[in-house]
């Protein structure tokens, strides 16, 4: 999904704004030790409804229960309490969807903390399910690797948007200019045709366009950009990084649940 400059801009002036507002501050513990995230005061539905479930001790002695290295580490579901070994796990609860908060300026970075939901064919308004809870781990990507992402993604967009306005009536006319050497008219034409195209792949949902926010982040920290404008992340990693490292670095068994049960406590800490 592309970002516009109008929402970024946007959801920075906000984000600006939240700093004024109090912190607020959860630690998720395990056996492997305890990551504390800082939630942003500019998702405030799944700042709060994370914070109410965490203070009435919904998420305790549940399980991180999908464990995938280079990707992220995800649990809280309440099915996983106490749930006997090799059960495939992560069934949602519909009494705990949030409307999607999807900002910009909040993407999965290492240690993003974020919300996950149904896919699009039975959501398609993105809501999440706020009784789970998943962190990125992700890895750090080059610029040419972002580079060729965005390729892989558009070349489609690009594929059907010529399709549509490059016509057969189009290319007779251009040949006929080049035939009879009348340059101004062909070039014209011609770049009103590349232009036309370009609109039309930009503003295609489809479209994909790191910004500079993004580029910064994958390039140095790292995380995992797939994600980015389908889920909402509501809050980020403070300490604890090696923590997640560890976690991530479990073995696993074919639906990638540790073969070891690892324990979540969340608690508030302001």
Same mark, same amino acid.
């Given at each position: 999904?592309?970002?516009?400059v109008?929402?970024?801009?946007?959801?920075?002036?906000?984000?600006?704004?939240?700093?004024?507002?109090?912190?607020?501050?959860? +630690? /998720?513990? $395990?056996?492997?030790?305890?990551?504390?995230?800082? *939630?942003? %005061?500019?998702? @405030?539905?799944? #700042?709060d !409804?994370?914070?109410?479930?965490?203070?009435?001790?919904?998420?305790?002695?549940?399980?991180?229960?999908?464990?995938?290295?280079?990707?992220?580490?995800?649990?809280?579901?309440?099915?996983t309490?106490?749930?006997p070994?090799?059960?495939?796990?992560?069934?949602?609860?519909?009494?705990?969807?949030?409307?999607?908060?999807?900002?910009?300026?909040?993407?999965?970075?290492?240690?993003?903390?974020?919300?996950?939901?149904?896919?699009?064919?039975?959501?398609?308004?993105?809501?999440?399910?706020?009784?789970?809870?998943?962190?990125?781990?992700? +890895? /750090?990507? $080059?610029?040419?690797?972002?580079?060729t992402?965005? *390729?892989? %993604?558009?070349? @489609?967009?690009? #594929?059907? !948007?010529?399709?549509?306005?490059?016509?057969?009536?189009?290319?007779?006319?251009?040949?006929?200019?080049?035939?009879?050497?009348?340059?101004?008219?062909?070039?014209?034409?011609?770049?009103?045709?590349?232009?036309?195209?370009?609109?039309?792949?930009?503003?295609?949902?489809?479209?994909?366009?790191?910004?500079?926010?993004?580029?910064?982040?994958?390039?140095?920290?790292?995380?995992?950009?797939?994600?980015?404008?389908?889920?909402?992340v509501?809050?980020?990693?403070?300490?604890?990084?090696d923590v997640?490292?560890?976690i991530?670095?479990?073995?696993?068994?074919?639906?990638?649940?540790?073969?070891?049960?690892?324990?979540?406590?969340?608690?508030?800490?302001?």
């Open positions: 999904m592309k970002f516009s109008l929402s970024l801009v946007l959801a920075l002036f906000f984000s600006l704004n939240s700093t004024a507002q109090n912190e607020h501050i959860v +630690e /998720i513990s $395990t056996d492997m030790g305890s990551m504390r995230f800082k *939630l942003y %005061n500019d998702t @405030p539905k799944h #700042r !409804a994370f914070l109410e479930l965490a203070r009435d001790g919904y998420y305790e002695n549940t399980l991180f229960y999908r464990v995938i290295e280079n990707f992220m580490i995800q649990g809280g579901s309440k099915t309490r106490n749930a070994p090799g059960k495939k796990l992560g069934i949602g609860d519909p009494d705990h969807q949030v409307d999607d908060e999807i900002l910009p300026n909040h993407i999965h970075k290492r240690g993003a903390l974020c919300a996950p939901r149904q896919p699009d064919e039975k959501n398609p308004a993105k809501q999440s399910d706020i009784s789970q809870f998943y962190i990125v781990q992700g +890895e /750090i990507y $080059t610029e040419g690797l972002l580079d992402l965005e *390729l892989v %993604n558009n070349q @489609p967009i690009k #594929r059907e !948007a010529t399709a549509l306005i490059y016509t057969e009536e189009i290319k007779e006319e251009l040949a006929r200019l080049r035939e009879e050497k009348k340059v101004d008219e062909f070039r014209k034409i011609a770049n009103k045709v590349k232009s036309d195209i370009d609109m039309s792949m930009r503003t295609n949902d489809d479209y994909l366009e790191f910004t500079d926010i993004q580029r910064e982040a994958y390039t140095t920290v790292g995380g995992y950009p797939n994600l980015d404008g389908d889920y909402t509501f809050g980020e990693c403070i300490s604890g990084f997640i490292d560890k991530a670095a479990l073995p696993t068994d074919k639906n990638d649940r540790p073969l070891t049960d690892l324990k979540i406590s969340v608690k508030v800490i302001q």
